[in-house]
């Protein structure tokens, strides 16, 4: 083969894999070394993200038509950067995503999601009972949380993160959960 005939082809060949590359990169990826798991507050944070998505508020639960979803963590944060990373530049039920970090103590006002950080376990029921009543997603990372009146509980199987849903809380909370989000959770009752 002459030399111009050779590099034909291979022009041939890069542009004919420059072309499909898109195409096929779906069903074939190279293996890459760099590549790692995400971890559990990852996958948590994705899955709280998620909530906000699949999950009604009412209208009262929200000063006005712009204000954001709010999104609180009270006590220590184990996300370490996870969730705002997950919820940066994101809207959910048409509202822009906020996040707050709260210690034990501080006002719940204008959260409408509030993950219970494992490191309160002490406080729990105490945690639960003064948000009954309002409009606030209560999550939780502790054995029993759901039980004790949490609306979702993250629990950890083979490996793998799931969450179990009380959906009676969710109820008194006044808060609307897709039925497609309640066949992906345990139902505690």
């Not at 060949?13 to 559990?40: C, G, K, M, N, Y």
Request: aromatic share 8%; net charge positive; hydrophobic share 40%.
């Amino acid at each position: 083969m002459t030399r111009d005939r050779t590099l034909r082809v291979e022009a041939t060949a890069t542009v004919a894999f420059l072309l499909l590359a898109p195409l096929l990169s779906p069903i074939v990826r190279p293996a890459d070394p760099q590549a790692r798991s995400p971890s559990e507050y990852e996958v948590k944070a994705a899955f709280v993200y998620n909530f906000a998505r699949f999950i009604e508020w009412p209208p009262e639960a929200y000063p006005d038509g712009a204000a954001p979803l709010v999104v609180c963590v009270l006590g220590d944060d184990p996300f370490r950067g996870a969730l705002d990373e997950v919820l940066r530049g994101k809207s959910a039920q048409g509202r822009a995503l906020a996040t707050r970090r709260l210690r034990w103590g501080q006002d719940v006002q204008g959260c409408h999601i509030l993950y219970v950080s494992p490191s309160e376990r002490a406080r729990l029921g105490q945690i639960l009972e003064n948000v009954r009543g309002q409009s606030i997603l209560t999550i939780g990372d502790t054995d029993g949380f759901a039980q004790l009146g949490g609306i979702v509980n993250f629990v950890l199987e083979d490996g793998k993160v799931r969450f179990e849903i009380n959906p009676e809380s969710a109820g008194r909370a006044r808060l609307r959960i897709s039925s497609r989000l309640l066949t992906l959770a345990r139902i505690i009752r």
